[in-house]
């Protein structure tokens, strides 16, 4: 039975320089590249200046978005990708996910502003003393009156204009410092 090589020939292992790499894995990061790709041309031009790109990936988002062809825009988005292939992308995912974490923490900022503001809407004083317990330096006579407007405004039916100035005035008070949990 012959095998196609001699008996006495040994098989060569690849040295560890050069691994193989399955034909699977190498669609699979082309895929993660075409991801990568379609992420950074959803982002703002100011977001786009802080990612770390050669000159000619940014020309190449730069002409994808020009096209207004869906076919023409697909066909640039693989040629970015393609490029971005040739390139180490690690400091690009790292600048997409960070990203990524300003925006999960400023929603979360929005949640804690609203749990707190409706929080305080319910119940009043005594949810103010909570907030006061846990956070020093507030004013709290401001806190009192924009309480107090928003209650009326909610029972008077009237647009939530004191509501609002209750949330930009907790939301602050998190940019300052975090607010702890709304019980």
């Not at 609203?114 to 006061?132: H, I, K, N, P, S």
């Amino acid at each position: 039975m012959t095998t196609g090589k001699h008996e006495n020939e040994e098989l060569e292992e690849p040295s560890g320089s050069e691994q193989l790499i399955s034909k699977s894995q190498l669609k699979r990061d082309a895929h993660a590249m075409k991801d990568l790709a379609s992420e950074l041309l959803e982002l703002s031009k100011s977001q786009l200046s802080k990612v770390p790109l050669d000159e000619d990936i940014l020309l190449a988002i730069q002409q994808a978005r020009a096209f207004r062809s869906h076919g023409a825009r697909r066909r640039q988005l693989l040629y970015l990708a393609k490029l971005m292939r040739r390139t180490d992308p690690s400091p690009i995912i790292a600048a997409v996910e960070g990203f990524h974490c300003e925006a999960l923490a400023l929603t979360g900022r929005q949640h804690r502003s609203e749990a707190w503001r409706d929080f305080l809407l319910e119940q009043g004083d005594t949810a103010l003393e909570v907030l006061l317990q846990q956070r020093a330096g507030v004013d709290v006579q401001s806190l009192r009156q924009l309480i107090r407007n928003a209650a009326l405004e909610l029972k008077a039916g009237k647009p939530p204009a004191a509501s609002r100035a209750l949330f930009r005035a907790l939301r602050d008070m998190d940019l300052e410092q975090p607010l702890p949990p709304c019980p």
